[in-house]
């Protein structure tokens, strides 16, 4: 048996995943919790103690080791850019696909104000972009001079227009700063570039991020930390939608992945108007799009979610899922509020369960239709068109929910359902009639760590172990 061992440093916990290639099997699975601020290998060595002990595996079957790590945060990025809507949307984008978590960003010229809060974010790199390639040039100058007379230490991503990229590299290298170059991330209005940015944010993440995160403490007996783990969802997404050499993928797909504290979306489809008639705007969407929402996460947010639904409407939801629940509106906020302190709470009633199916409903909705794009009417001189925004995702072929809520939720096809198109919200573009899958085993970070190796056994493995669920009946989705 010659076995891989896959693994994971969430913020939370550090899961491991053994996977025999011979016979493209998952033999063994674990995971304790991450112990990052002590040191990140006893959570690791907790994680593997259980995985030898459980399971029929030794050291020496071990063949290779992969790793993805979201630990102490993940990869913190600030993304800078000019226009809101046009570089600094590219600038996100690009961040957002290499996996990163942007916790900062702004559009314009910087002042002392915001580089004291990029400062105070504690960025572990800084993409700064702004003007297309012979466009402005004054903006993106004045904030790397800004960037300069500050004590902040991230390494600097210039991915802005490129006649002014050598000035701002000096500016930067003059003050001794680590900068680094690649093309500009959005060259012409209607062209998007992100690829080289983004392989320049996992080549730094492997680098020099690992060692500052702690992470290097754990590569002597893992190799290096092949990437952040949304990267290796994301990756994953892809492999499984679009296939490898001989082994077709099942086609075009959403992903849908709720955590405690973001909700991550991935779509790999182009999401080009349906209508031919339709008239598109905004920037261009790149086929492989991720969108994290950090306000929507079902345990740290959960009093947000519950603010943006009302508690009222999420009482009568609750009802709805659990009639016989005696539960008002107060005592209902008031659990809702503790889940943001006790962010590992485990469900034990079945009135916790409700709850967090109610939480997850409306999180899920949320976040998959500000991921879609819209469709609206507009009256012009030469009569009616309709105008769309972001992608169409409508005739999306599948559907897949990643994530605890899936995994050991009571109603994950239900929580699922939410993701679906609702004819209450006509103008989102979300998915109408998709296959539905469900990924119970924590399988899909693995997925994209082996797609660097092994592509057409990883989409085999994930072809056999992502379970087919049916949605039909579905939920009621009236949160919007």
Not at 138 to 143: M, W, Y
Request: charged content about 25%.
């Amino acid at each position: 048996m010659e076995v891989v061992l896959l693994v994971d440093f969430g913020s939370t916990h550090t899961k491991v995943l053994a996977v025999d290639l011979d016979r493209e099997e998952i033999v063994g699975r674990s995971q304790a919790v991450t112990t990052v601020e002590e040191d990140i290998t006893i959570g690791l060595n907790n994680a593997l103690e259980q995985l030898f002990s459980r399971f029929d595996i030794t050291e020496r079957d071990i063949v290779a080791r992969y790793a993805s790590s979201s630990a102490a945060g993940g990869l913190r990025m600030a993304a800078i850019g000019l226009v809101p809507s046009l570089t600094l949307e590219a600038a996100r984008r690009a961040a957002l696909g290499a996996g990163a978590k942007v916790v900062w960003s702004s559009g314009y010229e910087l002042d002392e104000s915001s580089v004291e809060e990029v400062r105070a974010a504690a960025c572990d790199i800084i993409l700064l972009s702004g003007g297309t390639d012979g466009g402005d040039k004054k903006t993106i100058i004045a904030n790397a001079t800004l960037i300069a007379q500050s004590d902040i230490a991230a390494p600097v991503i210039v991915a802005g227009n490129r006649t002014a990229a050598g000035t701002v590299r000096r500016i930067l290298d003059d003050a001794g700063k680590s900068s680094f170059q690649v093309e500009n991330v959005l060259p012409l209005l209607d062209r998007l570039n992100v690829e080289p940015a983004q392989a320049l944010i996992r080549d730094l993440f492997i680098r020099q991020i690992t060692a500052a995160k702690g992470l290097n403490r754990a590569q002597e007996y893992i190799g290096d930390i092949v990437m952040p783990t949304p990267k290796a969802t994301l990756q994953a997404a892809a492999l499984l939608a679009d296939g490898s050499g001989d082994e077709p993928g099942i086609g075009t797909l959403l992903v849908v992945e709720v955590g405690g504290a973001t909700i991550n979306i991935h779509s790999v489809a182009d999401g080009r108007p349906a209508d031919a008639k339709t008239v598109l705007r905004g920037l261009p969407e790149t086929r492989t799009k991720r969108t994290v929402e950090g306000d929507l996460g079902i345990r740290y947010n959960a009093p947000t979610i519950l603010e943006f639904v009302g508690a009222a409407r999420c009482l009568e939801r609750l009802r709805t899922v659990l009639p016989d629940a005696r539960i008002d509106a107060d005592e209902l906020a008031a659990r809702v509020h503790r889940l943001s302190s006790d962010v590992g709470h485990v469900p034990s009633t079945d009135l916790d369960d409700a709850i967090d199916r109610v939480l997850a409903e409306a999180a899920v909705s949320f976040a998959v239709e500000r991921h879609a794009g819209t469709l609206k009417q507009e009256f012009t001189l030469a009569g009616e068109v309709k105008v769309q925004v972001g992608k169409d995702l409508t005739q999306v072929t599948n559907l897949v929910g990643t994530g605890g809520i899936f995994k050991y939720g009571r109603w994950p096809e239900k929580v699922l359902a939410s993701a679906l198109y609702d004819a209450g919200v006509p103008w989102s573009l979300k998915p109408m009639r998709p296959a539905a899958w469900l990924d119970q085993g924590y399988l899909l970070y693995g997925i994209g760590l082996l797609a660097e190796h092994s592509p057409g056994k990883a989409l085999r493995i994930a072809k056999k172990y992502l379970k087919r669920v049916d949605l039909d009946g579905g939920n009621a989705r009236g949160f919007q």
